[in-house]
């Protein structure tokens, strides 16, 4: 397809690392394509009125995954080899992780399409909670997967990035959104919201 820039890889290099998909075992393929969304990501004076500075990069990407090469009922991870990610933001079941490393500024974002069944049973077994005085909204031990669909996906233990786990053949493609961006004259903060603007 002429909208890949990149098709059946298996890691995309950025400064501060490379970006790969494993079952633990072996690689599996993936595409790229732009990020559809790549809108420069505008600094705001202190007063927030003027511009002061507005951030763009030409690598935003989205990382495309055939469920062909995926099996149900198999876990795989999504990572960036040399960096810890953190949670950064996240807007309607889309989140980002992002970290800076030797001047650059990297991050990847994902979808979660059972964000809303998650909640549910979260409050479910908020109810069941007899001593949760404060009523704050925790994560059951587990979720009940069969409620769920597509894939089940979480933040990776190490940091490096997301695991997911397929649940189904409801879904063509799983999409990642990976970009990165150099730090030059502001602080790392700044540029590490911009990444987390395009990719959530």
């Excluded at 002429?2 to 970006?19: D, M, R």
């Excluded at 494993?22 to 600094?43: A, L, W």
């Excluded at 810890?84 to 990297?106: I, Q």
């Excluded at 996906?153 to 879904?171: C, H, M, N, P, R």
Aim: charged share 20%; aromatic share 12%; net charge negative.
């Amino acid at each position: 397809m002429k909208e890949f820039l990149f098709q059946n890889i298996s890691e995309l290099s950025s400064p501060v690392g490379a970006f790969v998909v494993s079952d633990g075992i072996r690689y599996i393929p993936f595409s790229i394509k732009k990020n559809g969304f790549n809108q420069p990501y505008e600094i705001y004076d202190s007063n927030n009125k003027s511009i002061v500075a507005t951030l763009t990069t030409d690598t935003n990407y989205t990382l495309v995954i055939d469920m062909k090469d995926l099996k149900i009922g198999q876990s795989y991870k999504i990572s960036c080899s040399s960096v810890k990610l953190e949670r950064f933001d996240s807007d309607e079941c889309t989140e980002a992780m992002t970290a800076t490393l030797n001047g650059w500024s990297v991050g990847i974002g994902m979808h979660n399409p059972n964000e809303e069944e998650e909640l549910r049973q979260a409050i479910i077994y908020l109810k069941t909670m007899k001593h949760n005085l404060a009523k704050v909204i925790v994560a059951p031990p587990s979720y009940d997967e069969t409620k769920m669909r597509g894939y089940y996906i979480e933040q990776s233990s190490d940091s490096t990035g997301y695991t997911f786990k397929v649940l189904d053949a409801s879904l063509d493609y799983i999409y990642f959104e990976i970009a990165w961006i150099e730090n030059v004259s502001l602080p790392a903060l700044e540029y590490e919201a911009a990444i987390s603007f395009w990719l959530t």
